[in-house]
């Protein structure tokens, strides 16, 4: 029996069993499917609605192929199949990102990078209905993104979100591919 995982405001709980999550007063719960078939590599909420990542049949180190599934918050289902090694941190959409963060924790490069992901992106959604995933104002550069949100940290003072953001950083920095060749 596959195990859902909810979300609510400010907190991640597990409940075994099927069935739909209720929401509960003022503050939403979106579903998380874990799908049998596959081996979930991450789930968590995320811009307003549930996000899962899952490596496919095909999955091995050498072909990081992943399903990232997003359920925005009427329950509509976007999904797209990444291979982590094609991901450009210099030009790549949320989706990608989410994948590539996945794949770097999952393998061991990090152990939270995701969260590095999710923290430097809040409030951005990773699909909506009236964007085009791959258009270019939905790819962005993440290596500024990440960049800005370490300087934020260390300028305030947390010093442990400035370490951690700074490894994510440096990852992302090994994977960037010039955008074009002089």
Known sequence: MPVMKACSTGFIRGISGRGAVK???AA?????????NKDA????CFGGGSVSVFKTKEYS???PVMIVKFWDEN????????NVENVNPLNANNLEMIALS???????????????????????SPVT???DRNSAASRKNFIVQVDEWRK????TGNIAGFRCLSNYYNLLALRSKPLYEE
């Open 61 to 63: 180190k050498d072909n």
């Open 152 to 155: 934020n940290q260390y300028s």
């Open 41 to 44: 590599v991450s789930t968590f």
């Open 28 to 36: 939403p719960a979106f579903r998380l499917r874990l799908e049998e």
């Open 102 to 124: 996945s794949f770097l924790d999952k393998e061991g490069y990090s152990e939270n990078s995701i969260l590095c992901f999710i923290s430097c992106a809040r409030g951005c």
């Open 23 to 25: 929401r509960t007063g």
């Open 129 to 131: 209905q009236t964007e």
């Open 75 to 82: 329950e509509a289902v976007f999904s797209q199949t990444i």
